[in-house]
């Protein structure tokens, strides 16, 4: 098993920058391609960005898309999200999960198998 622990959220003005990082314990990092999902209110939660085990692919939904940036540390054990030109709808609670590496990089939820707490990120306008 892997444990999972986001931070970095906050709030921040529309057009500022954020970084998400999630921390990751428990089963050898490497192990597991990592993922991550927002959340808003009344909302399904979506897929935002995903990056390889290696983190030699990476993977966007459109809506950010040349704005947000994954990227992953192995040796730290960490997985970040850099995110650019924030805008009021990327407000939501952000996750990280996991995957096992021996399935493809994922993008819907049922595809990931742990799950962190969520770190909140509001952008007003």
């Known amino acids: 098993q892997v444990q999972l622990v986001e931070s970095g959220g906050g709030l921040v003005q529309a057009g500022g920058s954020l970084r998400l990082s999630c921390a990751a314990s428990?089963?050898?990092?490497?192990?597991?391609?990592m993922g991550w999902f927002r959340q808003a209110p009344g909302k399904e939660r979506e897929f935002v960005a995903a990056?390889?085990?290696?983190?030699?692919?990476?993977y966007y939904a459109d809506s950010v898309k040349g704005r947000f940036t994954i990227s992953r540390d192995n040796a730290k054990n960490t997985v970040y999200l850099q995110m650019n030109s924030l805008k009021p709808e990327d407000t939501a609670v952000y996750y990280c999960?996991?995957?096992?590496?021996?399935?493809?990089?994922?993008?819907?939820?049922?595809?990931?198998?742990?799950w962190g707490q969520g770190t909140q990120v509001t952008v007003s306008s």
């Open positions: 990056i390889s085990w290696s983190g030699g692919g990476t």
């Open positions: 999960a996991a995957r096992s590496r021996t399935y493809p990089v994922g993008t819907m939820t049922h595809e990931y198998d742990y």
């Open positions: 428990g089963r050898t990092f490497s192990s597991y391609s």
